[in-house]
């Protein structure tokens, strides 16, 4: 089962384009950001500016949470997923460029935008998954660590 839910957590996360980033402020406030993202198996990638209250907050405590789900107004069919995990500056240039081209792919108008030197890439690592399915029944949820 462990395997079979790591394959549907990372294709669950392939095929959706946006997040519901948590993340706390230095004075212990929770923040939420919507972010477009990309993942690569598991692991999930953000770009943003560098001068970000996320990137702040993720800088003093790397510590995150995150959403992805549905608008599905039908409670039944409703599927998501809740992330506890851990960000960090991408700096190194390979995977720079792997993501980049992932990202390119996922998001085409991505290629006719200018470079930004103030851009960054958060990676985010899981370490606990929640996996919603209400389709198996009505409040179902499992978990796995990763």
């Known amino acids: 089962m462990t395997e079979e839910l790591k394959a549907k957590i990372?294709?669950?996360l392939a095929t959706h384009n946006y997040l519901n980033l948590a993340t706390l402020s230095p004075q212990g406030r929770?923040?939420?950001h919507t972010m477009a993202y990309v993942s690569k198996d598991e692991i999930v990638y953000v770009a943003t500016n560098k001068n970000t209250r996320k990137v702040q907050n993720i800088l003093n405590n790397p510590y995150v949470?995150?959403?992805v789900d549905e608008d599905d107004p039908d409670w039944f069919d409703m599927q998501a997923l809740q992330v506890?995990?851990?960000?960090?500056i991408v700096t190194d240039?390979?995977?720079?460029r792997e993501v980049g081209e992932i990202i390119a792919a996922k998001f085409p108008v991505t290629a006719d935008m200018?470079?930004?030197p103030d851009?960054?890439?958060?990676?985010?690592e899981p370490e606990l998954v929640y996996y919603l399915d209400y389709s198996v029944e009505?409040?179902?949820?499992?978990s796995i660590n990763f």
């Open 65 to 67: 949470a995150f959403t």
């Open 30 to 32: 929770p923040m939420a």
């Open 114 to 116: 200018p470079p930004d």
């Open 119 to 124: 851009t960054i890439l958060i990676k985010i």
């Open 84 to 88: 506890e995990g851990k960000a960090s």
């Open 138 to 142: 009505f409040g179902y949820r499992t």
């Open 93 to 96: 240039e390979t995977e720079l």
């Open 10 to 12: 990372c294709e669950y």
